[in-house]
């Protein structure tokens, strides 16, 4: 079954946070099994390759690299249903979410919009960044 992600957030260190995230909660931390892709036709190569050493991969690519290939929708969702693999769409800054692409992954991955914290709420996560850090 195809886990597919797409991060969405303006914020560069909260967008990449959530994604080490996903990419350890995958298990893709070892090198065998994580693989950054930078192109719709490498993605499309690469997706339904069968792993060598491990279950599933997790496939890393950023939207814009996508966006530049030009995919057809169709073949967008066709891709994104058919796969054993884990594959993490993630984009920083503002994003277009009139796109074709936009849409398409929006529903047929799991969209997690990464939004900064304001207020007290970021007090609170740079208090508990901070003790994280020492």
């Known amino acids: ?3 597919n ?3 969405v957030g303006e914020e560069e260190y909260l967008v990449d946070a959530k ?20 192109s719709w036709e490498e993605l499309k190569e690469r997706l339904l390759d ?8 997790v496939f890393l690519v950023e939207y814009q690299e996508l ?20 594959l993490i769409v993630y984009t920083r800054g503002k ?3 009139r796109t074709g692409l936009y849409k ?6 799991r969209l997690i919009e990464v939004v900064a914290p304001k207020g007290q709420a ?12 020492g």
């Open 19 to 38: 994604v080490k995230e996903l990419i350890g909660r995958h298990g893709g931390d070892d090198e065998w099994s994580l693989e950054r892709l930078s």
């Open 5 to 7: 992600y797409f991060v």
């Open 122 to 133: 970021l007090v609170r996560w740079v208090m508990e960044r901070g003790a994280e850090l």
């Open 95 to 97: 994003t277009d979410k």
């Open 50 to 57: 069968m792993p060598m050493f491990s279950e599933s991969r």
């Open 67 to 86: 966006f530049a290939g030009k995919p057809d929708s169709g073949q967008v969702g066709e891709l994104l249903s058919s796969h054993d693999n884990v």
């Open 1 to 3: 079954m195809a886990d």
């Open 104 to 109: 398409k992954l929006s529903t047929c991955a």
